[in-house]
T-cell receptor, first 113, second 116 residues
Framework: AQSVTQLGSHVSVSEGALVLLRCNYS??????LFWYVQYPNQGLQLLLK??????LVKGINGFEAEFKKSETSFHLTKPSAHMSDAAEYFC???????????FGGGTRLMVKP | DGGITQSPKYLFRKEGQNVTLSCEQN?????MYWYRQDPGQGLRLIYY???????QKGDIAEGYSVSREKKESFPLTVTSAQKNPTAFYLC???????????????FGPGTRLTVL
């Protein structure tokens, strides 16, 4: 079975500060890993994905994530937060059975002016 | 302009009534999915379909039904047997559902269902 744990259901940062959203996974096979962002009352938008090509993955809106196999982690970072980054972020893993995604519980990012 | 559409955006239902949520995609994707989202619980898979006229139960299929008569459409019916149907429902699609590195799921805007 595969699972995803997102540490911290709510994260608050000041505008211009570093954003770090944590994701740890478990998977019995080499995983594909994803970060999605959700704005209020909207669907999920793909930020980035890891598919074993490179451990550091760059996504949209200045976000990036690093796959660390030894730590089973895929943390999402952005050097400088912007007010428009306030949203909910979901980490997901696939790889066991076709393209079935298992999602973490989500982290709500708040950005203070 | 390719994408996934879901309608309606907001839906209200009385207890005991069945209701059908629409999902249409023009991305020429073979695979389609339905998820339920509740606060603090992430997304949970209800049903998925990898090909027309075939679909599989996900983790929480009880009280739901689907059909896949056309490649572009994957409607979800929330039946009266679903004990707690109030939630945000998201439809997604991907190229073929086979799990390759290019088989990314893309999501529609969602339908918020409220049972009165």
């Amino acid at each position: 079975a595969q699972s995803v744990t997102q540490l911290g259901s709510h994260v608050s940062v000041s505008e211009g500060a570093l954003v770090l959203l944590r994701c740890n996974y478990s998977s019995s096979v080499p995983p594909y890993l994803f970060w999605y962002v959700q704005y209020p009352n909207q669907g999920l938008q793909l930020l980035l994905k890891y598919t074993s090509a490179a451990t550091l993955v760059k996504g949209i809106n200045g976000f990036e994530a690093e796959f660390k196999k030894s730590e089973t982690s895929f943390h999402l970072t952005k050097p400088s937060a912007h007010m428009s980054d306030a949203a909910e972020y979901f980490c997901a893993v696939s790889g066991v059975a076709g393209n079935m995604l298992t999602f973490g519980g989500g982290t709500r990012l708040m950005v203070k002016p | 302009d390719g994408g996934i559409t879901q309608s309606p955006k907001y839906l209200f239902r009385k207890e005991g009534q069945n209701v059908t949520l629409s999902c249409e995609q023009n991305l020429n994707h073979d695979a389609m999915y339905w998820y339920r989202q509740d606060p603090g619980q992430g997304l949970r898979l209800i049903y998925y379909s990898q090909i027309v006229n075939d679909f599989q139960k996900g983790d929480i299929a009880e009280g739901y039904s689907v059909s896949r008569e056309k490649k572009e459409s994957f409607p979800l019916t929330v039946t009266s047997a679903q004990k707690n149907p109030t939630a945000f429902y998201l439809c997604a699609s991907s190229i073929d559902g086979g799990g390759s590195s290019t088989d990314t799921q893309y999501f529609g805007p969602g339908t918020r269902l409220t049972v009165l």
